[in-house]
């Protein structure tokens, strides 16, 4: 019986290996029943070419805003050497899907976040602000009314007002006389 096993194992072993003979490549190089070879990428000749140059940028709405006098008019018609540049009011409509998301907030000297959701809140719809100093802190509803943004405290009063200064900027005043500005 012992012989039997011992027979029946090499001849499992040999066919075994006589299967991979089929379909694996030989040492010498070639191919027995395996896939054809694959042929080389073709080769060509290698051109270069100068980009051309990029297109100017678009123009600036920013504006220097000039040195004005107590009474408003400017000083010797001079500007404010590094004067903030400010952004002229947008006729862009103001949209409520247009400010859902995440907005910077500056205020009170304090820099923060706000997020603005459409989901149905008292005082229009659900804000939350993130580390927002002052009155900003309070803020818990937004909602546009007419071309403003309004931003609500959790019992519906008015925190800040807010209008379109170009593009994703608002820029306006809490109800404590604070300015605020509210970008992305």
Known sequence: MMHWTKTGAALAAMMALAGCQQSVP?????????????????????????????????????TIQPVLNPDGTAVNGTTTPGAAPTQTASAAPVTREGLVGAWRVSSGGGNCQIFMALTQWSGGYRAASRGCPGQVADVSAWDVSGSQVVLRSNSGDTVATLNNAGGTRYEGTTTGGQPISLYR
């Open 26 to 62: 030989t040492l010498g190089g070639g191919n027995v029943g395996g896939p054809a070879p694959l042929s080389p990428a073709p080769r060509g000749q290698v051109y270069s070419n100068q980009l051309p140059p990029p297109p100017p940028p678009p123009a600036s709405s920013q």
